[in-house]
């Protein structure tokens, strides 16, 4: 499906982190949907990412949703270790009753990845305010997401033909490249590499906002070395590695199913558990988020919640 399809209905966007609407860039310029934006994208750099995104935002005519940097990046983490599952499930209501108020039609967002538990999180927290508006409005909102880690056309073989294909064109493409270009001056360096011929290493500053900060590079190599002893995790080594730049000239808004209950775990320990395991080693986490002891909990409190049990 081609993005024309869907440049007159009513859009939403709900991204875990400022800096994620860039990977989308072409979507937003032809469907201006409401934005919501989970956190603040501080990071432990403790410096909002929110006015770089609002500048993306008026540029190409999107609207800022009521949920806008609701919560610094710390308080999200404090809450997942903390159990508070009301801090999650409050922001679920206030979606889906900003879906049904500004009559949205379909939503895209991050995907879950096993990257970020925030990024998990924001795709649980859209999905649960999806099916909250199906259940209480008999109404289906089309849902999508896009890989916020790796190339943005990837697209699983069984889904392409319903997935949103957006190609951008070449004066598409460049007010892209000049938003991520002015989005910080780091990001900005990484696109004039690319665009000497270098692959893109700016994944990261996309999709972590602890990697936004200064990083020591100690622990940085401990990051690398414990992803090369997980094989399975080919797609957060090129988070490292790096992209050819001209992937970015197409995007994929990919369909997901009706979520359950009862999904499956992940098949491996998720990235953010081995990160974390780095950070709380480096005395920068006191505590390692686990999908077993805290993502999971969440999931089965948020759809008690929707379920009404």
């Keep these: 499906m081609e993005t024309g399809d869907n440049n007159h209905s009513r859009a939403a966007l709900v991204v875990a982190h400022p800096s994620h609407e860039l990977r989308v860039h072409g979507w937003l310029q032809t469907s201006r949907p409401y934005v919501y934006v989970f956190t603040d994208g501080s990071g432990r750099a403790s410096e909002s990412r929110l006015q770089s995104t609002t500048k993306v935002l008026a540029d190409v005519g999107a609207r800022r949703g009521s949920v806008y940097g609701r919560a610094r990046d710390v308080e999200v983490y404090e809450a997942f270790l903390k159990r508070d599952y009301p801090f999650f499930i409050n922001i679920a209501e206030e979606l889906a009753a900003e879906f049904e108020r500004?009559?949205?039609?379909?939503?895209?967002?991050?995907?879950?990845?096993?990257?970020?538990?925030?990024?998990?999180?924001?795709r649980l927290l859209t999905n649960a305010a999806v099916e909250m508006v199906k259940r209480r409005n008999q109404r289906d909102i089309a849902n999508f997401d896009f890989a916020v880690v790796g190339s943005p056309d990837e697209c699983p073989a069984a889904t392409e033909k319903a997935a949103?294909?957006?190609?951008?064109?070449?004066?598409?493409?460049?007010?892209?490249?000049?938003?991520?270009?002015?989005?910080?001056?780091?990001?900005?360096?990484?696109?004039?590499?690319?665009?000497?011929?270098?692959?893109?290493?700016?994944?990261?500053?996309?999709?972590?906002?602890?990697?936004?900060?200064?990083?020591?590079?100690?622990?940085?190599?401990?990051v690398t070395a414990a992803l090369h002893a997980y094989p399975d995790h080919e797609k957060v080594k090129n988070v490292f590695a790096g992209v050819e730049l001209d992937r970015f000239r197409t995007e994929c808004l990919r369909p997901v199913s009706a979520p359950a209950a009862d999904e499956p775990g992940p098949a491996k320990v998720p990235f953010y558990e081995l990160y974390g395991e780095k950070m709380v080693a480096a005395g920068h986490y006191q505590k390692t988020i686990r999908y077993t002891d805290?993502?999971?909990?969440?999931?089965?409190?948020?759809?008690?919640?929707?379920?009404g049990q």
């Excluded at 039609?105 to 925030?118: I, N, R």
């Design 102 to 122: 500004n009559k949205i039609e379909y939503v895209v967002g991050d995907a879950a990845e096993g990257y970020s538990p925030t990024h998990d999180a924001c």
């Design 164 to 222: 949103i294909w957006v190609r951008l064109e070449e004066a598409m493409f460049a007010r892209k490249i000049d938003a991520a270009r002015a989005y910080n001056s780091k990001l900005a360096l990484d696109i004039e590499a690319a665009l000497r011929g270098e692959l893109f290493k700016g994944i990261a500053r996309f999709s972590q906002p602890q990697l936004v900060g200064d990083v020591d590079k100690d622990l940085s190599g401990q």
């Design 294 to 307: 805290h993502f999971r909990p969440l999931a089965e409190a948020v759809w008690r919640h929707v379920s």
